[in-house]
């Protein structure tokens, strides 16, 4: 298309072309911005294969195969001897619960019960002195009302009672110290036991449940004390002793802390070795869990040997990887889809799509869960966008792109890589057609099944369990309900900030009563029937060879719209006036009909119509010659050259099915409507007029088949006998004669 309009502009003599038709140049068609969004997304792809924060994901990348997998492969076998990783959650499963045994630990201090006895001792001294002295409260360690209840009882039964507060005390101070009395709360702890450090390097394990704390010293000695000792000596033998204990448990938060590290450290993180020269898996053996861990452990092993794991060779063999599936997209765009592969705008477009897809894909990995996020990856909704902003071609292209991008940087993962496949082709094609936004919707149910049956069937091939498939299931329904409402939103954005025109906008443009088109219909009546009839002719003709049908129903509306400027220079609008042709030069002439192309793209640049349909404008006549003003130029010339640039349209060619469909049956549509004595003289003007629109190569790029015009010009054909068919004569009824003029016939009808 490019080339075509820059050998246009240096041979035409319509400069205004130029001007009105949105002219390729500048940042859109700039070939170096191409290369470097090429250059750009295969970096950004590149990252994502290569660079990894989470530690563990590694481990996702090494093998495609998984447990039930049949070894398809070639045997492998350990090039050096290598030990055996273990799985990474099994082994944080293990310092999980080897954290939560590691006791907490306690120093002893072995003074702490000789230190209380004799404070007990100074506390019963004291008061066998207040005893005998009550006025002498030195060194009494109550209060008077801590004393109020003891100081009731009489000298000789304080003298019994405190004898035996003594007794008791130590018999219960040394059973205390006997099982421990910590310097913290005991439950705090949540352990059953508590491990004892004793010089000079031993270690005893306690009972948590035996050892005393400050808030459980008092219900103990509470218990102890019952029944062998009045009240009022009771509650002054608790006193005394809440006075006296010193914790002999000290709690150690370094030491504790270290028995913690060492509880993880004793975690063995490999499970066995395997030697030079076993074979780790052979070919057509079932690969198990234990079979898979040798295999992630030999690929770690392998890294683990090589002095820099992120080397230059290792980021450019992920750059080659990522390119070679980009250029699968880049490929398809360069041979099929030149439109797209030329505008740095729908490029950049898809990809976008591509690193977003791979962002996702990288995000799968990075974050740990025991969820399969891989099935939430948002193929499908990005494959529907791609079939309703491009074609659904490009859309299945796409998708088979970003179905190995995930596979890829996945690490090989056909399953998911077939199941996204899979959901994002059906996805694609289910808005194929769409007519309305509510239609998205409907794909719900879809790509749903699409990635049901896929989780199913493989999960079937390798016996996984039942949990593990419905959690698939279910991510994939969230992901089927998610991906339309992306898409809308996606759609959205796109139709504000870009020039796309998809086909649920062309809805607003499928209706004849568009400002255009009613002053069409008003200056230029003949056109507008022409329109109108184009637009059904046109319309059918895509259906039949499964190009766009809406497209190309609403360029034919448009197409003519520059034919306001001048109708009357045009034969279908010349009713009852004089043809103004008839005044001018042959060359003047085609300049008046060509221009009604240069006025459409004018009009429609005006009234703001979208580029897409402003196309079929200049493409539905392309670089066509106006036949009737050349031969007559060529037949006044009298034998001299006549250069048959001048009785050119300024183009493009049609650059599209839809558009060269428009070209194909504007001409069909304008012959119709020449006197025929026959059918058949109208099927030879077609395919005569066909057949010269394809030696001319106006037809050459618009990726129309030799098949599909033939069809579009039986269809054409089939179509217009329908409407041009002739109609017999039908007799009129003869006027009836007076009664008295003919009394044969009177006596006849008497008769």
């Known amino acids: ?65 998984k447990p039930g997998y049949v070894w398809t492969s070639q045997p492998i076998t350990a090039e050096f001897t290598f030990p055996v990783f273990r799985e990474m959650d099994n082994y944080l499963n293990d310092v999980k619960k080897a954290k939560e045994n590691s006791l907490p630990v306690f120093i002893y201090e072995a003074s702490a019960q000789e230190q209380s006895l004799k404070q007990l001792n100074l506390i019963i001294t004291a008061l066998q002195n207040y005893i005998l002295n009550p006025d002498d409260k030195i060194n009494i360690y109550f209060t008077s009302d801590e004393l109020k209840d003891f100081d009731g009882l009489s000298a000789s039964v304080k003298s019994k009672e405190l004898m035996l507060i003594n007794r008791l005390l130590k018999s219960f101070v040394n059973d205390v110290y006997r099982f421990g009395f910590a310097n913290i709360t005991v439950n705090s ?71 913690i590290s060492l509880a993880e450290k004793s975690v063995p993180h490999t499970d066995g070795i395997i030697r030079k020269g076993d074979v780790i898996v052979s070919k057509g053996q079932v690969v198990t869990n234990e079979v898979l861990q040798k295999l992630k452990s030999y690929e770690r ?69 025991t969820l399969p996020l891989e099935f939430f990856i948002l193929l499908p909704a990005l494959s529907m966008l791609s079939a309703i902003v491009f074609d659904s071609r490009t859309a299945f292209y ?20 077939i199941s996204m496949l899979f959901a994002g082709t059906l996805a694609a094609y289910t808005v194929r057609d769409i007519q309305s936004r509510t239609q998205i919707f409907k794909s719900i149910f879809y790509i749903f099944i699409a990635l049901a049956i896929s989780v199913v069937f493989i999960g079937l091939e390798h016996s996984a369990e039942i949990s593990v498939t419905l959690n698939k299931l279910m991510i994939s329904l969230v992901n089927a309900v998610f991906s339309p409402l992306v898409t809308f939103g996606l759609l959205f954005i796109l139709e504000r900030v870009s020039n796309i025109t998809t086909d649920l906008r062309l809805q607003e443009y499928d209706n004849l009563n568009h400002p255009i088109l009613l002053k069409l219909s008003e200056v230029a009546p003949g056109t507008y029937q022409h329109t109108a009839s184009l637009a059904q002719l046109a319309e059918r003709c895509a259906t039949v060879i499964n190009a766009n049908p809406l497209l190309t129903k609403v360029g034919a509306y448009f197409h003519d719209i520059g034919k306001i400027s001048k109708p009357e220079y045009f034969s279908e609008n010349q009713i009852d006036i004089d043809d103004k042709h008839k005044l001018l030069s042959p060359r003047k002439s085609a300049e008046a009909i060509i221009e009604h192309v240069l006025d459409g793209i004018k009009l429609a640049h005006e009234f703001k119509i979208p580029q897409r349909i402003i196309d079929f404008i200049p493409m539905h006549h392309g670089t066509s010659i106006v036949k009737h003003f050349y031969a007559l130029a060529v037949e006044q010339a009298h034998g001299e050259h006549v250069d048959d640039i001048y009785f050119r349209y300024p183009g493009p060619k049609p650059n599209s099915k839809e558009t060269g469909i428009l070209m194909i049956c504007d001409s069909c549509e304008a012959l119709s409507r020449l006197p025929y004595k026959t059918q058949d003289e109208l099927e030879k003007n077609i395919e005569k007029s066909v057949k010269d629109k394809i030696l001319d190569g106006q037809l050459n790029e618009s990726h129309l088949t030799l098949n599909e015009i033939e069809t579009i010009k039986d269809t054409c054909i089939k179509t217009l006998h329908g409407i041009s068919h002739p109609r017999p004569e039908y007799k009129e009824i003869p006027e009836e004669k007076p009664i008295n003029s003919a009394p044969e016939d009177d006596q006849g009808y008497n008769g």
């Not at 470097?36 to 290569?50: D, E, P, Q, V």
């Not at 481990?59 to 195969?65: E, R, T």
């Not at 459980?216 to 809440?242: G, V």
């Not at 230059?312 to 041979?335: N, Q």
Request: hydrophobic content about 45%; glycine content about 4%.
């Open 189 to 259: 702890l949540e352990c059953n036991e508590v491990s004892l450090q004793l010089p000079p390097n031993y270690v005893k394990i306690y009972s948590s449940d035996l050892i005393t704390d400050s808030t459980t010293i008092n219900e103990k000695a509470s218990k102890f004390l019952d029944d062998n000792i009045t009240t009022a000596s009771k509650e002054l033998a608790i006193e005394i002793l809440s006075k006296i204990c010193i914790p002999n448990f000290i709690y150690s938060r370094s030491l504790t802390d270290q028995a």
């Open 301 to 369: 092993s392998k890294l683990l040997r090589s002095e820099n794991i992120y080397s230059f060779w290792y980021f450019l063999g992920s750059f080659g990887h990522a390119s070679i599936i980009y250029m699968v997209l880049l490929i398809y765009l360069y041979f099929i889809r030149k439109r797209i592969f030329y505008d740095n705008v729908q490029v950049l477009i898809l990809n976008v799509l591509l690193i977003l897809i791979a962002s996702l894909s990288w995000l799968s990995i990075e974050i740990t869960t």
């Open 1 to 65: 298309m490019a080339k075509a309009k820059r050998t246009i502009r240096r041979k035409s003599p319509y400069k205004e072309a130029a001007e009105y038709y949105k002219v390729e140049k500048g940042w859109r068609y700039s070939v170096k911005l191409k290369f470097l969004l090429f250059i750009l997304t295969a970096l950004f792809c590149s990252f994502f294969f290569s660079v990894h924060i989470n530690p563990h994901s590694g481990n996702i990348m090494q093998f495609a195969a």
């Open 398 to 417: 796409v998708t088979v792109t970003m179905a190995l991008m995930i596979a890829g940087i996945r690490g090989n993962d056909y399953d998911l890589g």
